[in-house]
Nanobody
Framework: VQLVESGGGLVQPGGSLKLSCAAS????????MSWYRQAPGKERELVAS????????NYGGSVKGRFTISRDNAKNTVYLQMNSLKPEDTGVYYC???????WGQGTQVTVSS
């Protein structure tokens, strides 16, 4: 089982980024997926989660209305579209296969002018 995140980088406040998490080694369409983030000195927190077919989503309070989680089961990929980024969104973003507790390696997002 492998989860590989990509798409992180440096962006100015108010900007956008789209993260991707490519999954392999398991039946992707059979599992819910999530994005978490960890800011320096803080605990890892849930950003968003999505059900098997993408019909149900859930967001952390600080990102509601700005971030959108989606998935493409044909491409074994889950996405996180991040708009109106703020400096407090800075951190390492991780993809997680929830039911099996498997994490990706993370991708750094830095929001700064």
């Amino acid at each position: 089982v492998q989860l590989v995140e990509s798409g992180g980088g440096l962006v100015q406040p108010g900007g956008s980024l789209k993260l991707s998490c490519a999954a392999s080694g398991f039946t992707f369409s059979g599992y819910g997926m999530s994005w978490y983030r960890q800011a320096p000195g803080k605990e890892r927190e849930l950003v968003a989660s999505i059900s098997i077919f993408g019909t149900s989503t859930n967001y952390g309070g600080s990102v509601k209305g700005r971030f959108t989680i989606s998935r493409d089961n044909a491409k074994n990929t889950v996405y996180l579209q991040m708009n109106s980024l703020k400096p407090e969104d800075t951190g390492v973003y991780y993809c997680k296969l929830e039911s099996r507790g498997i994490w990706g390696q993370g991708t750094q997002v830095t929001v700064s002018s």
